[in-house]
T-cell receptor, first 111, second 111 residues
């Protein structure tokens, strides 16, 4: 199974951009890169996903390296509500693949 | 849509007791999942289902059973509860290999 590596924790000041890195050096050509986040005492929620091109939505942007061995989740202006654990996971297209949620990156937002 | 609902929210069990964690989704998703999350850890897949009548084991299935008689419901059964099953349990659903939608979780304490 392709694995991902993320820093255990990061800090950001409120209203500043945050770049959350994820390494996935063993990614295969059919793996999509998904990001979820888990707010305190809640279930995970979907943030964004992509395959090769950079992606934007109302929550965040996803920048994918040209060789796809790493990606970065970008929160353009961190708010206190963005304090959460962020998970980077890989999901293959077609059929069912067991997905592993690692320990993620705990983001602390400082007022 | 209510999304994914789970009951109960919290339960205390004695060692050796049994219980069923309920999960219902109203989004007509074919895929459903059960995860457990121990304190400070990521999510571990217990069982999953790709449609009514079809279930399969995840990473940590021992001590649990599931059934999927309808598209909407995916109950998780604990037989002979043990302290090691103290955890937060999340149910999720999704369409094929796309985004997973998580429920609010059930906190289980086995004493």
């Amino acid at each position: 199974d392709a694995k991902t590596t993320q820093p255990n924790s990061m800090e950001s000041n409120e209203e500043e951009p945050v770049h959350l890195p994820c390494n996935h050096s063993t990614i295969s050509g059919t793996d999509y890169i998904h990001w979820y986040r888990q707010l305190p005492s809640q279930g995970p929620e979907y943030v964004i996903h992509g395959l090769t091109s950079n992606v934007n939505n109302r929550m965040a942007s996803l920048a994918i390296a040209e060789d796809r061995k790493s990606s970065t989740l970008i929160l353009h202006r961190a708010t206190l509500r963005d304090a959460a654990v962020y998970y980077c996971i890989l999901r293959a297209s077609g059929g069912y693949q067991k997905v592993t949620f690692g320990t993620g990156t705990k983001l602390q937002v400082i007022p | 849509n209510a999304g994914v609902t789970q009951t109960p929210k919290f339960r205390i069990l004695k060692i050796g007791q049994s219980m069923t964690l309920q999960c219902t989704q109203d989004m007509n998703h074919n895929y459903m999942y059960w995860y457990r999350q121990d304190p400070g850890m990521g999510l571990k897949l217990i069982y999953y289902s790709v449609g009514a009548g079809i279930t399969d084991k995840g990473e940590v299935p021992n001590g649990y059973n599931v059934s999927r008689s309808t598209t909407e419901d995916f109950p998780l059964r604990l037989e002979l509860a043990a302290p090691s099953q103290t955890s937060v349990y999340f149910c999720a659903s999704g369409r094929h290999q796309e985004t997973q939608y998580f429920g609010p979780g059930t906190r289980l304490l086995v004493l």
